[in-house]
């Protein structure tokens, strides 16, 4: 099983970025899969879910309007695209495939976004 996040990076406030998260040995398109981050000295918080069947995304209050979750199951990739960057969303950025049925949990080893002028 992989799990691998890539797209992070420097960028200022206003910029934007587009995170990927490719995934394998596991069936991609039966599991939600959701990024989290994770900022120095705070815990680890959801950021965006995309559920397995139908589509359907949830996102946090502190992104709404801002970030995009979408999932090619073809390409067993998931994306993360974020506009209109600010420095509080400064993290290291981790992708999750859970699959409620079985209690299969897998994650990334995360990518750093920075966001600074």
């Known amino acids: 099983v992989q799990v691998v996040e890539s797209g992070g990076g420097l960028v200022q406030p206003g910029g934007s970025l587009r995170l990927s998260c490719a995934a394998s040995g596991f069936m991609f398109s039966r599991f939600a899969m959701s990024w989290h981050r994770q900022a120095p000295g705070k815990e680890r918080e959801l950021v965006a879910e995309i559920v397995s069947i139908g589509g359907g995304t949830s996102y946090a209050e502190s992104v709404k309007g801002r970030f995009t979750i979408s999932r090619d199951n073809a390409k067993n990739t998931v994306y993360l695209q974020m506009n209109s960057l600010k420095p509080e969303d400064t993290a290291v950025y981790y992708c999750?495939?859970?699959?409620?049925?079985?209690?299969?949990?897998?994650w990334g080893q995360g990518t750093q976004v920075t966001v600074s002028s």
């Open positions: 999750r495939a859970f699959n409620r049925s079985t209690g299969y949990d897998y």
